[in-house]
C-alpha cells in the first residue's frame, strides 16, 4: 500500500497529537511572511462550544473508529490536541506549518521507513523527510516543521534556530487582543507584501486591495459568548471613515433582519456587533451567545443524522 506523505502532514499538523497549546509565538514565523494563521486546539475544547462538538464528535461510531486508527498509528488523541501555526509569502499553496506537542516521534518514523519513495536529508541536525512538493522535519521529541517543499522546511528551521529572522510585535495582533485576550483562533494578512506574490486578477479585488493595506480576524470565547474580531487598516483616515460607516450600516441591517430567511433573522437579531475607528485602523466584534451555538449546532446534527439514516435504507432497498 503507498503511503503519501501528504496525509501524514495533514493527519500530525492538522489533528494535533498531545500537541502543546498557547498564544501565537511570532519568534516562531520568519519575517518574509505576509500572511499567518494559529490555531490553539487545547484552548477550543476548554470552551463551552468545543467540549460541546467533541462529545457529539465521540458520539459517532465511525468517528469513534476513525480517531482509534489514528491514535494507534500515529499516537495522536484528539483529547490532547494542542497548537498549529502556518504561514508564507503570498505565492498560491506554498507556506509552512508547525506543530509542536509530545507525540510520538519514533512511532511516526517508523510509519515513514513504510514508504521507498520518500526521501531523507539532513539540514542542521535535523531529518528532512520529502515526496514531491510536500515535506517535513521532526524537530527533537515534539515539534514537527512542515512545508511545501525541502527548502520552505529548511527556512523554518533556521527561523526557529534563529538563523533568519522572525517576526516582530503586530498592531492588529494587539487591536484582536482588546476583544478576545485568549483566541481559540487568530490569522493576520499583509495585503500588500502578499500582492506581490499573487497579484489580483479581477478589477474589483484590485481596487478593493488599493484601499486597505492589511486585516487581521480572531475567533474565540468570552464570558459565555463566541465572539469575532475583524481589525483592517486602510490606506488612510478617509478611507477608514466610509469603511467604518459602511459596516455600521451592515450591522444595523443584520440586527434588524432585513430581507432575511426568518429562521436566519431570528440568529442574526442575537449577534451583538460593535464597530469602532481609531486613525486608519477600523474594528468590528460580532458576539453570539454560546448556548444559542450550541442549540443550533444540536439541530444540525439531528438533521445530519436522520439524512445518513434515510441514505443507509435507501442504499438497502437498492
Excluded: C
Aim: proline share 3%; no cysteine; aromatic share 4%.
Amino acid at each position: 500500500m503507498k503511503i503519501r506523505i501528504l496525509s501524514i502532514l495533514s493527519l500530525i499538523t492538522f489533528s494535533g497529537g498531545h500537541l502543546s497549546a498557547g498564544p501565537l509565538e511570532l519568534g516562531k514565523v520568519s519575517a518574509q511572511a505576509n500572511w499567518m494563521v494559529h490555531v490553539d486546539f487545547e484552548s477550543l475544547l476548554k470552551t463551552d462550544v468545543g467540549q460541546f462538538l467533541l462529545a457529539e464528535i465521540k458520539k459517532q461510531p465511525n468517528a469513534r473508529r476513525q480517531l482509534a486508527g489514528i491514535k494507534a498509528a500515529f499516537g495522536v488523541d484528539i483529547d490532547g490536541l494542542g497548537n498549529l501555526t502556518a504561514y508564507g509569502r503570498g505565492e498560491n499553496e506554498k507556506g509552512i506549518a508547525i506543530a509542536s506537542g509530545g507525540f510520538n516521534a519514533k512511532q511516526l518514523e517508523g510509519f515513514i521507513a513504510l514508504n521507498e519513495e520518500i526521501e531523507a536529508s539532513n539540514h542542521a541536525g535535523k531529518t528532512i523527510y520529502s515526496e514531491n512538493e510536500k515535506a517535513f522535519a521532526i524537530i527533537g521529541e515534539d515539534t514537527i516543521v512542515a512545508g511545501t517543499g525541502a527548502d520552505y522546511v529548511k527556512h523554518g528551521i533556521d527561523v526557529m534556530d534563529g538563523k533568519e529572522p522572525s517576526r516582530d510585535t503586530d498592531k492588529i495582533l494587539n487591536e484582536l487582543a482588546k476583544a478576545i485576550p485568549y483566541p481559540v483562533a487568530q490569522g493576520i494578512a499583509d495585503l500588500k507584501g502578499i500582492m506581490k506574490f499573487n497579484p489580483p486578477m479581477k478589477a474589483p479585488e484590485a481596487a478593493m486591495l488599493k484601499k486597505a493595506s492589511a486585516i487581521g480576524l480572531s475567533v474565540g470565547e468570552v464570558d459565555g459568548e463566541v465572539r469575532v474580531a475583524a481589525v483592517m487598516k486602510t490606506a488612510d483616515e478617509s478611507t477608514a471613515g466610509h469603511l467604518e460607516n459602511v459596516l455600521r450600516g451592515a450591522a444595523s441591517l443584520m440586527t434588524l433582519g432585513s430581507d432575511l430567511d426568518p429562521k436566519v433573522a431570528e440568529l442574526a437579531s442575537a449577534i451583538k456587533t460593535h464597530v469602532s475607528r481609531e486613525g486608519s485602523h477600523v474594528r468590528i466584534y460580532l458576539g453570539v451567545s454560546a448556548d444559542l451555538v450550541k442549540e443550533e449546532m444540536a439541530k444540525e446534527m439531528a438533521k445530519k443524522k436522520v439524512q445518513e439514516g434515510n441514505d443507509s435504507i435507501d442504499a438497502g432497498e437498492k
